[in-house]
């Protein structure tokens, strides 16, 4: 996600359109540490005119009055409880990532296509947790499936073994596991007693595991989450990576919400430029508009080509990396593409391609 928000930054400052950029880093934390309850506070003391985040929905929630209460545009690339739409944010919310809604129904119907009859869920007792569940529980039901378990558990908890035992005693054909890094420890007491091809994994914990299992511990289970196949945009994501080694970091190792950061802060930019004004209430009531759902606009591909149809008094309608975006009423993309990935022998991930 920074590594996103670094190259957008980037060409929008080189683009000098008549908005530069600077960017304040804060680390979001979970429900569990709650470092948002410092890095907030640090980020309003700064002035900033909006927020870039945070990853987690549940950690979203958690600040959100602080933020829309401080006259500040908050923009995730990676929320996606269908909890956000309909909050109370002031209008000045929005997220470049397609609610759960979408990928709950991509998930259910994934699982359904694949054979699987039942199915336990692990769920992560949050907002994004329970709202991705039910998603896909509506989803793999209307399509002939059976939820037969779907046991919770709490931010924080470190012992899921009750959790296991109650999935795999109702003998599911498959089993999601609705978590974040929780996953690391639940696999390996997982698939020493259910086949990992049966497997699925979300968002919140679709990675890289070769360095955390034994080869094949992961071999053939898939996995969901907002994005498109990297081949189709490989070159935006080896400039992205290159930008971000370019600063002094490591390559990245993962893409997953890096074009969606990309796209979130291009929009602000070109919220603000549409706006004339950098506040967060003005740069809010121009990012549908710019995200094309007005319904009107010029359609443009990069910060630059969208930046001159504003300069030239016109209205620009941007088409993002992510996806066209296209912001509805509520600040939710009414866009989004789900990737289905599968895991290899090395426990790393490659997009479905049938």
Not at 61 to 70: C, E, K, P, R
Not at 222 to 231: E, F, I, S
Not at 242 to 267: F, H, I, R
Not at 336 to 349: A, E, F, M, R
Request: hydrophobic letters at 40%.
């Amino acid at each position: 996600e920074e590594a996103g928000v670094a190259l957008a930054i980037k060409e929008i400052n080189e683009a000098d359109k008549g908005i530069q950029i600077e960017v304040e880093l804060g680390d979001s934390g979970d429900l569990d540490n709650k470092t948002y309850e410092t890095t907030i506070p640090r980020l309003l003391a700064a002035d900033v005119n909006a927020i870039v985040g945070a990853a987690s929905s549940s950690v979203s929630l958690a600040f959100i009055d602080q933020v829309v209460g401080a006259g500040v545009l908050q923009i995730s690339p990676a929320n996606t409880s269908p909890k956000l739409t309909d909050y109370a944010d002031e209008g000045l919310y929005f997220r470049t990532a397609p609610s759960d809604l979408l990928q709950g129904e991509v998930l259910g119907n994934l699982m359904s296509a694949d054979g699987h009859e039942t199915a336990a869920l692990i769920v992560l007792n949050d907002a994004y947790g329970t709202g991705l569940r039910d998603a896909t529980k509506a989803s793999f039901e209307a399509a002939g499936g059976t939820i037969v378990a779907e046991p919770v558990f709490n931010p924080g908890d470190t012992n899921f073994s009750s959790q296991i035992s109650e999935a795999l005693a109702e003998s599911p054909d498959a089993i999601v596991l609705i978590t974040f890094d929780e996953a690391k420890t639940i696999v390996p007491a997982l698939v020493s007693q259910f086949p990992a091809e049966n497997l699925y994994f979300v968002d919140g914990n679709l990675a890289d595991y070769s360095a955390d299992f034994a080869e094949g511990t992961l071999e053939g289970a898939k996995g969901t989450a907002p994005g498109l196949d990297p081949d189709t945009i490989m070159d935006f994501l080896d400039k992205m990576d290159a930008n971000w080694v370019a600063e002094g970091n490591d390559a990245l190792t993962s893409y997953l919400y890096g074009p969606e950061s990309y796209d979130a802060v291009v929009l602000l930019a070109l919220a603000a430029l549409a706006a004339g004004s950098v506040e967060g209430v003005d740069m809010a009531a121009k990012m549908q508009e710019v995200s094309g759902g007005s319904g009107e606009g010029t359609k443009c591909f990069t910060f630059a080509e969208c930046a001159d149809i504003i300069n030239d008094g016109g209205i620009a309608d941007y088409d993002g990396i992510s996806s066209p975006v296209t912001f509805d009423e509520k600040g939710d993309p009414t866009q989004g593409n789900i990737l289905v990935s599968i895991y290899g022998k090395d426990n790393k991930i490659t997009a479905v391609k049938e």
